[in-house]
């Protein structure tokens, strides 16, 4: 887990310091005091990638430079497996970069969700790069980043190949085929569905004028199937993470078997804005859920924590009433 975080000369304040807890952090406060920027720090931290350096169509995630002549540092604290370990990093004026602290020593997976409907993923399974005398290995992308449009279109890597498929595409598949991850992506709908509501609940595939493409639906409460694409923007935040979150796992469980390694430790999510786009109602209760969903992708609850930022009181007075939140009953496929 991320413990510490101290920035000197980077960012809004010429000194920032953040102690972060192990399980749910909320960062809040006024427009323009660096929130979204502490997020892009421990994605950093925790990555050693700036989500638009490895996806240069995002247009936050930005190497982050010093805001003033002199040193400029990032000192970071992290959970390794026995210890907690110390780094810091100083910007390189010269070369234009960070000193590297290393390989990232998060065996984790750490998902970021941006307020602007962009992700990035890092996955030790996928996203480590071997020694450099295994010339045959075949290369691997630094981090797993999204664009908006590429959540739902699918990721494509430089040279073509295709990284992921997309909302469209493959939550058509896996509605086509049935089993355990379109079972999953329902659980997934109906918990962060907004309590006393109507659940999200998956419709059937339709096409949208001559187009031969089958695109998703959720069923409205008026009985009706809305192509997701002419959902509400609140309802598509919701449905962008739910298929993230699946996708995420999903891929990292497959790689694992073909790795014939174990499955992460632990999962770090990294959200901006939790409440975007959602009625207040649904900003109350967005995050039991939501944190609910990421423990059952641990193999222990206490290996998950969440770093969030938000502009709504009703998200913090919410954490602060229930004092502790408990996980729901979800178990990812095997």
């Keep these: 887990m991320l413990r510490y975080l101290h920035l000197k000369n980077v960012g809004p304040a010429p000194e920032m310091e953040a102690e972060l807890a192990p399980r749910i952090n909320l960062i809040t406060g006024d427009n323009g005091l660096g929130k979204s920027f502490l997020l892009d720090i421990a994605w950093w931290a925790l990555t050693r990638t700036w989500p638009a350096k490895v996806n240069n169509r995002l247009g936050s995630g930005l190497l982050a430079r010093p805001r003033g002549a002199g040193p400029a540092t990032i000192e970071f604290h992290f959970d390794g497996a026995a210890k907690t370990k110390n780094y810091t990093s100083e910007f390189d004026r010269q070369r234009q970069l960070w000193s590297s602290a290393g390989r990232p020593p998060n065996p ?26 295994e010339l045959d290995e075949p290369e691997r992308p630094p981090a797993y980043v999204f664009s908006p449009q ?12 295709m990284l992921c498929n997309g909302l469209f595409a493959d939550w058509a598949t896996w509605q086509n085929k049935g ?42 409460p008026y009985g009706q199937d809305v ?46 804005e939790i409440e975007a786009h959602l009625h207040p109602r649904w900003q109350r209760q967005i995050l039991k859920p939501l944190l609910s969903i990421v423990e059952s992708l641990a193999d222990n609850p206490t290996h998950v924590q969440i770093i969030a930022a938000t502009h ?21 496929p095997a």
Aim: a neutral charge.
């Design 227 to 272: 192509p997701v694409v002419h959902a509400s923007a609140g309802i598509r935040r919701i449905l962008a993470l739910a298929y993230l979150l699946v996708w995420s796992w999903q891929e990292h469980w497959l790689a694992t078997q073909q790795l014939e390694q174990a499955v992460a430790k632990q999962v770090i999510f990294l959200i901006d």
């Design 150 to 161: 590429e959540v739902w279109e699918g990721l494509k890597a430089a040279d073509g190949t």
């Design 312 to 332: 709504s009181p009703l998200v913090a007075r919410e954490l602060r009433r229930q004092g502790k939140l408990l996980p729901a009953d979800l178990t990812p």
């Design 179 to 220: 089993g355990n991850h379109f079972e999953w992506l329902r659980h997934v709908l109906e918990m962060l569905s907004p309590e006393g509501g109507e659940k999200l609940t998956p419709g059937d595939l339709t096409r949208i004028g001559l187009d031969t493409r089958e695109i998703p639906t959720i069923r409205m």
């Design 108 to 133: 984790g997976l750490v998902l970021y969700a941006q307020v602007d409907g962009s992700f990035a993923l890092w996955d030790p399974a996928r996203n480590y790069r071997r020694g450099k005398d």
